[in-house]
């Protein structure tokens, strides 16, 4: 990003914080709180959000990797045989169409209360990405690379795990900053249903502000889920960058 660019952002971003100090200022704190009031919020509920930052981070990363394993599993047994993609492209739409909000409610009756239901939300709200990422990377590799590899004599699993699997890193990691953001979003879903507030969780934390017509503590939280999907997926972007940047040009 050049300088000018920074600028350009930074200058969308001073007015965007303006404008909303301007709405807030007509709405009235209990609709809007004003950028100070949350800076405020930040720091005086900072102990907390940072433990509620922790536990929703735990549950998102969580089922972030459920859904990397089995959204991985599922795209190569979609690619192995005709007759997998068929078993398995039924639960791939359901996952991809039923709201979280709808299982939320019988993940509490199956799981109880606690971090099992955020985890579950996360892993079923990133899985499609993935699963989606993974299948489109294992059909990548040119024709010319894949008549070389049978060429050769490599079995069916060999062409998997030796070309296959390596071509499909790019999209995977792509399917993979997508999920992360939605991995907190679903977290976050699964807190306002499952979670008591003990330990504290950030979507427990914006429910129960709203409900206390603390707004302020709602926004902060809210800046505070942002940032964590905007770690992940900069975390994310380091790992491409370092595991396949030097074969991809990443």
């Known amino acids: 990003?050049?300088?000018?660019e920074r600028l350009v952002v930074a200058g969308s971003l001073a007015g965007g914080v303006l404008l909303?100090?301007?709405?807030?200022?007509?709405?009235?704190?209990l609709l809007l709180p004003t950028p100070g009031a949350v800076l405020l919020a930040l720091w005086d509920e900072r102990l907390k959000l940072e433990r509620a930052a922790l536990e929703t981070g735990i549950a998102a990363l969580g089922g972030l990797a459920v859904a990397s394993v089995f959204?991985?599993?599922?795209?190569?047994a979609a690619w192995w045989s005709r007759a997998l993609r068929l078993a398995v492209l039924p639960y791939t739409v359901l996952v991809q169409i039923v709201p979280i909000v709808a299982i939320a409610p019988m993940l509490v009756v199956w799981l109880g209360y606690g971090r099992g239901v955020a985890l579950s939300?996360?892993?079923i709200a990133s899985f499609y990405p993935i699963y989606s990422a993974a299948q489109t990377g294992l059909v990548a590799p040119s024709t010319d690379l894949v008549d070389l590899y049978r060429l050769l004599g490599a079995s069916r699993l060999q062409e998997l795990l030796g070309l296959r699997a390596w071509?499909?890193?790019p999209a995977l990691f792509s399917g993979l900053r997508t999920a992360g953001g939605l991995a907190v979003i679903g977290a976050i879903v699964g807190e306002f249903i499952g979670s008591n507030g003990s330990p504290p969780t950030l979507g427990y934390t914006v429910?129960?502000?709203s409900r206390s017509a603390r707004s302020e503590v709602a926004f902060a939280a809210i800046l505070v889920a942002g940032a964590l999907a905007l770690a992940i997926g900069a975390v994310t972007g380091w790992l491409e960058r370092r595991w396949i940047g030097r074969w991809y040009g990443a």
Do not use: I, Y
Request: hydrophobic share 70%.
């Open 167 to 169: 071509a499909a890193l």
């Open 207 to 209: 429910l129960f502000a």
């Open 1 to 4: 990003m050049t300088g000018r």
């Open 71 to 76: 959204g991985v599993l599922a795209a190569a």
């Open 20 to 29: 909303w100090a301007l709405v807030a200022h007509r709405a009235g704190p």
């Open 121 to 123: 939300t996360a892993a």
